[in-house]
């Protein structure tokens, strides 16, 4: 009985982090290519002003989206792709719009579902400066392609 319930909860375990190989537009013979089927979000982000590093999850769900503060950062934030989420498809985009009040802070990125040009998982904000920074989803990881910090 023991084998089965550790089996059980094995395949529910590897169900949970399946990933997604699909594109969102046909690729097939007569499919739509054409952009229609195309979907865009906005997902805003609520940083509090109490804590040192927020830590926020994030599932993007659609061709396109854009993770926002709903205000200026006020010190300093961890956001994570979720591991679990499986409404990613390749070739999706997240992009990052996040602008700094006054002080310091930094941006981090935490988990294990992507990839950043730099070695270090954070960037350094100064005071009343923005950043950019754009991901795509290549089936297992969000691979970092851009990043523009205001100078």
């Known amino acids: ?10 395949i529910c375990g590897l169900a949970a982090t399946a990933q997604v ?4 537009f046909a690729a097939t013979r007569f499919g739509d290519n054409t952009g229609r089927t195309l979907t865009y979000a906005i997902i805003t ?6 804590a040192t590093l927020d830590t926020i999850t994030i599932a993007p769900n659609a061709w396109e989206t854009i993770v926002r503060p709903s205000a200026n950062l006020a010190d300093s934030v961890c ?7 499986t409404s990613q498809r390749v070739g999706d985009i997240c992009t990052f719009m996040i602008s700094k009040g006054t002080g310091a802070g930094r941006v981090k990125f935490g988990g294990s579902v992507y990839i950043l040009s730099t070695a270090s998982a954070a960037v350094a904000l100064a005071a009343n400066k ?6 795509r ?3 297992s990881k969000w691979i970092e392609e851009s990043r523009v910090v205001q100078p």
């Open 1 to 10: 009985m023991k084998k089965i319930i550790i089996f059980l909860f094995a």
């Open 21 to 24: 190989t699909t594109t969102r």
């Open 45 to 50: 982000t609520t940083d509090a002003t109490s």
């Open 79 to 85: 956001y994570k792709f979720s591991s679990t989420s």
């Open 130 to 135: 923005s950043l950019i920074m754009r991901f």
């Open 137 to 139: 989803w290549n089936g």
